[in-house]
């Protein structure tokens, strides 16, 4: 049981430039997120999924795509990055949205935009 | 839209001794879950304590325990016995219903020797 995994752990990239930050988790969990972490800021939701199929926004979206084809995995797509993309990004996962249960969070990917 | 505030931007404490963080919440809900999570430098997040908003119980676990206070909006989280491996920041988060958590802007903790 490897909970959630995030792939790579850093990235740089140059303005402009397209990525995908591949998250996956095996512990069968409906509700997957994306968090981007800047200093001072906490934590804040960029994309949600309840189900492989059904994606949501959350607090700052712009600039990024997901889609969730599996249960499994939630990739989180940068179209065009830009030097305010600079983050550590976190995928988390959690069982279903009705029960109290905790998120679990990946070891995070730190993501340099130049 | 629920806010998560975190007043200490940065607070150090004696090993052995006790220390208390501070969150203040807003929300106009009734129903809700709220949650402290550990950031070690190696950039984790690991959950330290959760508490469920209908319960008046307050949470604890081990050398953790939180102060809820509903009605004031006020979730502080105390250490006791205060450990070097304490070191971290420390996010207060709010949950509601459907499981989106908001975070604060953290506290770093600093336990000294």
């Known amino acids: 049981n490897a909970g959630v995994t995030q792939t790579p752990k850093f990235q740089v990239l140059k303005t402009g430039q397209s990525m995908t930050l591949q998250c996956a988790q095996d512990m069968n969990h409906e509700y997957m997120s994306w968090y981007r972490q800047d200093p001072g800021m906490g934590l804040r939701l960029i994309h949600y999924?309840?189900?492989?199929?059904?994606?949501d926004q959350g607090e700052v979206p712009n600039g990024y795509n997901v889609s969730r084809s599996t249960t499994e995995d939630f990739p989180l797509r940068l179209l065009s990055a830009a030097p305010s993309q600079t983050s550590v990004y976190f995928c988390?996962?959690?069982?279903?949205?009705?029960?109290?249960?905790?998120?679990?969070f990946g070891p995070g990917t730190r993501l340099t935009v130049t | 839209a629920q806010t998560v505030t975190q007043s200490q931007p940065e607070m150090s404490v004696q090993e052995a001794e006790t220390v208390t963080l501070s969150c203040t919440y807003d929300t106009s809900e009734s129903n809700y879950y709220l949650f402290w999570y550990k950031q070690p430098p190696s950039r984790q997040m690991i959950l330290v304590i959760r508490q469920e908003a209908y319960k008046q119980q307050n949470a604890t676990e081990n050398r953790f325990s939180v102060n809820f206070q509903k009605a004031a909006k006020s979730f502080s989280l105390k250490i006791s016995d205060s450990q070097l491996g304490d070191t971290a920041m420390y996010f207060c988060?709010?949950?509601?219903?459907?499981?989106?958590?908001?975070f604060g802007a953290g506290t770093i903790l600093r336990v000294k020797s």
């Open positions: 988390a996962s959690s069982s279903s949205p009705q029960t109290p249960r905790e998120q679990y």
């Open positions: 988060a709010f949950r509601d219903y459907g499981n989106k958590l908001v």
């Open positions: 999924s309840v189900g492989a199929g059904i994606t």
